[in-house]
């Protein structure tokens, strides 16, 4: 883990194996999720936060996912939540969109996106729009 305050890095270990390909947000406290991966040809729904050199199981996702981004984003300047965007695996993934409260720990299915993505970038803009680029629809 990198500090960017002391410009260091940090190893742990922890007793969990955690799936390949997953991805990672720290949100606006400081907190740090991973969701999804899996080995080649699959992919998870796990939820985990890193919590004193530790993985903490949090609820799962909704789908599926690995190659998707998560973006967190403070709605209406008090409340944490995490966004999950599309997929490259299962294909039924892939134009997904789901949001997860951190306080609640709980995950809410949004709407679809108009095109299936993976490989892509998500955007947060001023706390109230995400924009998804680039990557691939779905090839």
């Not at 305050?5 to 190893?11: L, V």
């Not at 390909?21 to 080649?40: A, D, H, K, Q, Y």
């Amino acid at each position: 883990m990198y500090n960017f305050r002391t410009h260091s890095y940090r190893s742990y270990v922890v007793n969990i194996k955690i799936p390949a390909n997953f991805m990672s947000v720290e949100n606006e406290e400081g907190r740090i999720f991973l969701t999804g991966g899996g080995e080649p040809g699959k992919a998870t729904k796990f939820c985990y936060e890193f919590i004193e050199e530790r993985l903490v199981q949090r609820r799962d996702m909704l789908f599926e996912r690995r190659a998707h981004t998560l973006t967190s984003v403070l709605v209406e300047g008090k409340k944490s939540q995490i966004f999950a965007i599309g997929s490259s695996l299962p294909n039924e993934s892939m134009n997904k969109c789901e949001v997860y409260d951190v306080a609640l720990d709980q995950w809410t299915q949004l709407p679809c996106l108009n095109t299936k993505r993976n490989f892509h970038t998500t955007i947060a803009f001023d706390c109230s729009s995400l924009y998804v680029v680039a990557g691939f629809n779905g090839g």
